[in-house]
Nanobody, 120 residues
Framework: QVQLVESGGGLVQTGGSLRLSCAAS????????MAWFRQAPGKERDFVAK????????LYADSVKGRFTISRDNAKNTVYLQMNSLKPEDTAVYYC?????????????WGQGTQVTVSS
């Protein structure tokens, strides 16, 4: 069992930045691929970014490539999402997820989500 708690969401203007954090507890953090997903109102939950257990591999959705950076600190059991050049279409609830395999399409464990709102 893995418990995930996100923080760092908020209201920001277009072009601004936010850094989300996700603190994990429970099983060995580095055993898991860690990912961020997001869900906008009335839409399905979409993949944003993921990083391998070591942090050496990363993958991004095309919509955030070049603007968002995922990273992890295994000593702190924390994964981050640095979001720059934010756009109104980035407005969503952002969820942290722990995946047991790189190829997993969804999380095995989920956080409660943190709201990100980008004003135009």
């Amino acid at each position: 069992q893995v418990q995930l708690v996100e923080s760092g969401g908020g209201l920001v203007q277009t072009g601004g930045s936010l850094r989300l954090s996700c603190a994990a507890s429970g099983r060995t953090f580095s055993d898991y691929v860690m990912a961020w997903f997001r869900q906008a109102p009335g839409k399905e939950r979409d993949f944003v970014a993921k990083t391998s257990g070591s942090g050496r591999l990363t993958l991004y959705a095309d919509s955030v490539k070049g603007r968002f950076t995922i990273s992890r600190d295994n000593a702190k059991n924390t994964v981050y999402l640095q979001m720059n050049s934010l756009k109104p279409e980035d407005t969503a609830v952002y969820y942290c997820a722990a995946l047991t395999a790189w190829g997993s399409r969804s999380g095995n464990y989920w956080g409660q989500g943190t709201q990100v709102t980008v004003s135009s």
